[in-house]
């Protein structure tokens, strides 16, 4: 008897909790606004960005920003007729930190695609393919024949946290020491903790390295020019969930694959650029 009264009292709270949640909710309820919704109603996409030379500068004296995805996003604004905003800079490792705290609706600055990001966030399609290699001093001739030897406990590798050079030394080289610089640090530290003996290695794209080496000449090189340690797709990054703000921006990308004008960015702002290009449809 005990256990139906107890059964019986269960039932009436939790019918109680029912009506007090619908009430509370009210029978014109609005279902969240999408960031799609919101980047519609109010004209506006707002961008969080990472500064990283190509893709987007920042000009010391006036701060005005500039690179390969700010003049992408400011011409498909102009395609969707929709306004840019930059609202927010933010390190690789916190980008979907940001879109949690609602502070952009877009990361427009470009982004590999890791599995482990694709968990909690949506990517655009890919936009170009990035090769990471192996940078060592000049006269450092140990991984010439074998970039394994680089995974082994008396080699240190140099990092920056959250981005593509701690998941490529986690991944590749998971027996090597690293020496982690702050995810908003200058890229360039880690080439020079590489020219100053303090670290052994790090993974760049050819092309920052090249520019490194214009001011530092004769002090670093790629070990084993033919063998890249990674190759990555890389896009922008937006909500997880969003198809419909995804499908948006997927179109436009397309057209601007298509049209040139992906290629055109890079030879506008880094004419130097080693840039792998994602094939267009017809091509075979």
Known sequence: MK????A???SILAAYGTVVMTQQAGP?????????DRVIRTGTIRCG?????????KDANSGKLHGVFYDLMNQMGEELNLKINWV?????GEIEDGFL?????????????TPKRAKFTFYTMPIYYQTTMAWVRADDTRFDDNLRQLNSPNVTLATRDGDVTQAIAQKLFPKAKTIVS???????????DVQTGKADATFFEKSFGDKFLRGNPSTVKISNPNSPTDVSQVAMMLPFGD?????MLDASLSQMLLNGSVKEAFHANAPDYDLWSAATPYQH
């Open 49 to 57: 960005y990472a500064l990283y030379e190509p893709l987007i500068m």
């Open 28 to 36: 014109n309820a609005q279902p969240k606004e999408s960031v799609y």
């Open 243 to 247: 198809y419909k703000l995804k499908y």
């Open 88 to 92: 927010a800079e933010v390190g690789y």
């Open 101 to 113: 705290a609602n502070k952009y609706d877009v990361f427009c600055a470009g982004a590999v695609i």
């Open 8 to 10: 019986i009292l269960v």
């Open 182 to 192: 702050p995810q908003m640090a200058d890229y360039m530290q880690m080439l020079v």
């Open 3 to 6: 256990n139906i009264l107890i």
